[in-house]
């Protein structure tokens, strides 16, 4: 059974950072494409990063790039987005998300993951 734990997230001042985790079993994380979306109330969820389980390539929304980044422990099942330089725009509740035949590109489907954690809250604001 496939489940995805998220831990992380909070409440940052604005230029602070955080790191948020993504926990997952049930399947080896290399075989699938792993993703980060976030969601503001009365939005759409939005993609955020993903990598590749092709290639091990990464992409980033242009809202973020340059300052988050996606990475994963194979070893021990877990993948990161780490976040700097945060706006106070960066804040809403972040989901990882994973699936074996989603497709990383710069266009984010949120359609095409199956798996998702449980979301968790990143707050930006002094």
């Known amino acids: 059974q496939v489940q995805l734990v998220q831990s992380g997230g909070g409440l940052v001042q604005p230029g602070g950072s955080l790191r948020l985790s993504c926990a997952v079993s049930?399947?080896?994380?290399?075989?699938?494409?792993l993703g980060w979306f976030r969601q503001v109330p009365g939005h759409e969820r939005e993609g955020v990063s993903c990598?590749?389980?092709?290639?091990?390539?990464?992409f980033y929304s242009d809202s973020v790039n340059g300052r988050f980044t996606i990475s994963k422990d194979s070893a021990n099942n877990i993948f990161y987005l780490e976040m700097n330089s945060l706006k106070p725009e960066d804040t809403a509740v972040y989901y990882c998300?994973?699936?074996?035949?989603?497709?990383?590109?710069?266009?984010?489907?949120?359609?095409?993951?199956?798996?998702w954690g449980q979301g968790t809250q990143v707050t930006v604001s002094s």
């Open positions: 990598i590749a389980n092709s290639d091990g390539k990464s």
């Open positions: 049930g399947f080896t994380l290399d075989e699938h494409t």
């Open positions: 998300a994973t699936d074996y035949w989603a497709f990383c590109s710069s266009v984010f489907i949120v359609d095409d993951y199956e798996h």
